[in-house]
């Protein structure tokens, strides 16, 4: 998994690129939501569109992502989430805990 990231509008969008499977690739992906928090930048959107494939790890990281930012008063969101992944999302019910877009830009303008 390639992680990249921008802030546009005081919203940090993180752009994974891959597999989300975990491992150390993963790890990065936590490190980088502690290290934006403790820089008090707590609204994150993850752009999905670029995953191909996430696993139960990559579910628990998303999980442990929206956890820790909202008990930084912070936000998580979803954006561009690919079939494959909204089926999981469905079939697992977090299609009810996250707040998905369709494009970085909507889920932008909803913070």
């Not at 919203?11 to 499977?21: H, Q």
């Amino acid at each position: 998994m390639k992680l990249n990231h921008f802030e546009k509008g005081g919203v940090v969008v993180i752009e994974p690129k891959g597999k989300i499977m975990g491992g150390p690739e993963s790890t990065a992906l936590h490190d980088l939501l502690h290290d934006l928090i403790e820089q008090k930048k707590t609204n994150v959107i993850i752009n999905l569109g670029k995953v191909d494939w996430m696993n139960s790890t990559g579910l628990g990281l998303l999980i442990s992502g929206l956890t820790t930012l909202r008990k930084s008063d912070g936000e998580l969101r979803l954006a561009n989430v690919t079939e494959k992944i909204q089926s999981l999302l469905t079939i697992t019910k977090l299609v009810t805990v996250f707040k998905s877009f369709d494009s970085v830009d909507e889920a932008i303008d909803s913070f």
